[in-house]
C-alpha cells in the first residue's frame, strides 16, 4: 500500500509560478516512476509530466519548456515546477505511482490560474 500525499496549489496570475510537491509513504520509492496529471473540470485526466527511476522526463506539449519534474529520493517525494502558468492550466493536479500494476493517487491539489 502506498499513500501519496500532494501539496502545494493555490490561486496564482497568470505568467506566475508554483511548485507542488508529493510525498510518498512507504519502501522502494526510488526503483519507481512517478507522474503528476490534472484534470480540468469537464475533462478526462491527462498527464502532465512523468519520471522514471533513473531520472528521464517526459512532458505533455503543452507545458513542455514551463513545468519541470524532479525526484528527492531521500525525501521520498516528487515535484512539480510549474512556471508561466496559463489560466488553461487551471486544473486538479493529482501524483501518481504504479506499482504491481495498481495504480495510486493522490488526493489531488487545485490549482488556478487567474487575475
Known amino acids: 500500500q502506498v499513500q501519496l500525499v500532494e501539496s502545494g496549489g493555490g490561486l496564482v496570475q497568470p505568467g506566475g509560478s508554483l511548485k507542488l510537491s508529493c510525498a510518498a509513504s512507504?519502501?522502494?520509492?526510488?526503483?519507481?516512476?512517478m507522474g503528476w496529471y490534472r484534470q480540468a473540470p469537464g475533462k478526462q485526466r491527462e498527464l502532465v509530466a512523468a519520471?522514471?527511476?533513473?531520472?528521464?522526463?517526459n512532458y505533455a506539449d503543452s507545458v513542455k519548456g514551463r513545468f519541470t519534474i524532479s525526484r528527492d529520493n531521500a525525501k521520498n517525494t516528487v515535484y512539480l515546477q510549474m512556471n508561466s502558468l496559463k489560466p488553461e492550466d487551471t486544473a486538479v493536479y493529482y501524483c501518481?505511482?504504479?506499482?504491481?500494476?495498481?495504480?495510486?493517487w493522490g488526493q489531488g491539489t487545485q490549482v488556478t490560474v487567474s487575475s
Open positions: 519520471i522514471t527511476s533513473s531520472g528521464s522526463t
Open positions: 512507504g519502501n522502494f520509492f526510488s526503483i519507481y516512476a
Open positions: 501518481n505511482t504504479r506499482r504491481s500494476r495498481v495504480d495510486y
